[in-house]
């Protein structure tokens, strides 16, 4: 089944997602590191805790008392390692600019990333494509978890250069498809609905 076949099936079962959901590129940055190894009703509770504390902001981010950071957001789980995360990517991103960063090219973006402490692959392209709005295909567990059930194999640099070469350079479209993706691994992978898969093929 070719890329576009499997982004139209999802899209006509589950409708459009419309990620991320963030009130700015910084949001998301945040969403991105306290997501890791956790639910998104946890994240969405700490973004709301920061935002009360006025600290949804690079160089308030960047600033605060790093146990209090820790405080506002221990309900996402490794809470120290995520406060400490958080400061370095709001340092680099206070220093940067959102807008400067935007109009760097996204291998230059994605190499500075991945320099910064704790900030992997899905890490990193999740700031790229959903903040930063470049053409990254992110690869998550549900990605790689379709993947393989449709016979797609490969590391994350395989696999994301199997999307990215199969589909147009178009960040709406990483956008949603991605989104679309996760949502259908939450929807049917999470919950064994093999036999309801509308990706594979029909059984006789």
């Known amino acids: 089944m070719k890329m576009m076949d499997i982004y139209n099936k999802l899209l ?75 400061q370095t990517v709001s340092k680099y991103f206070a220093k940067n600019g959102i807008s400067s960063l935007t109009k760097k090219p996204a291998g230059v973006l994605r190499n500075e990333l991945l320099s910064l402490k704790g900030i992997g692959k899905e890490t990193a392209d999740s ?41 147009p350079k178009d960040v709406t479209l990483f956008k949603e498809f991605h989104a679309l993706l996760v949502e259908y691994g939450k929807r049917y992978c999470n919950k064994n609905r093999c036999d309801k898969c509308i990706l594979l093929p029909a059984k006789d």
């Open 127 to 167: 700031i790229l494509l959903y903040a930063l709005d470049k053409p990254k295909f992110v690869i998550d567990a549900y990605t790689v978890r379709i993947c393989k059930c449709l016979g797609i194999s490969g590391g994350y640099d395989r696999l994301q250069e199997k999307f990215e070469s199969a589909l």
């Open 12 to 86: 006509k079962t589950l409708g459009e997602q419309k990620w991320w959901p963030a009130k700015t590129p910084f949001e998301v940055v945040v969403g991105a590191i306290l997501t890791q190894r956790t639910k998104w009703e946890n994240v969405a509770k700490a973004i709301h805790e920061l935002e009360k504390n006025d600290l949804l902001d690079p160089d308030a981010l960047s600033s605060v008392d790093k146990s209090r950071l820790e405080s506002l957001i221990k309900g996402t789980g490794f809470y120290r390692q995520k406060a400490e995360r958080l």
